[in-house]
DNA sequence: GGTAGTGTGTAGTATATAGTACACGCATGG
DNA sequence: CCATGCGTGTACTATATACTACACACTACC
């Protein structure tokens, strides 16, 4: 697996090929981190940032926050305070869609978004 | 809303009324903490515990680890990481059950569990 | 009246989290 | 040659998390 660290460098390497401001102390600057820290969490030598700096750095990469947080071993804030209104129906649902297939999921939210029910 | 720390002495008490090994103490003792610690957590002086703490507090109190880890402000790590595989299929479909009513979750469980699909 | 058990107050601690501050050496362009 | 920007190394810090250790006062029993 893919580490946070590893991920984001890569990600940021690739906008800064066509885009000279995404380089580390620039964007730490607009995520509001120390370049050094920035640094130091795309070489793993410090464990990801916060929930807010990770939303920041997603948002500036325009990647996706829920894929980031999770790559740094994290949930979103917002899904989780979803999940603790009415534990027992999100736990039991979760755990239920644990070894489902990606495909059978996507059915499931695309059944919930279009109102099929 | 209900606090963990009132919630937990209300089901203390009410298992104490009719087996007295759940005293703050005793219960303590099993759950593998000190005794003035459950007791300020109970009180609502301390912040609820870790979730290993938690969920020893539920196995022992027989109640709901996910209910009881929800009003502790938290949600399991084994739901965490399930939804960390799949991030962006399990916050979709979390999302958009935000505001859908209990039957219409449950009826998803249901149809889910029993494989209608 | 001592012993066992109860709840609780005070003080302190270990570890993790989430960073900052500053300096260094390299490279590039004017 | 020097100013600008770059990535990074070292050292430090503030706050939160999750507790422990011990003592105290009270009650109940025999």
Redesign the interface.
Known sequence: MEGFGEHLREVRERRRAVDNSFSVRQLAARVGVEPSYLSKVERGQQPPPSEKTIAALASELDE?P??L??LA????G???S?????????????????D?P?H??????RE??DGE?
């Open positions: 996706d829920d894929v947080l999770a071993g994290k949930v979103s917002d899904l989780q979803i999940i603790r209104r009415r534990p027992k129906l999100f736990a039991d649902l979760i755990r239920q869609l644990k489902m990606d059978a999921v996507l059915r499931l939210v919930v978004r029910w």
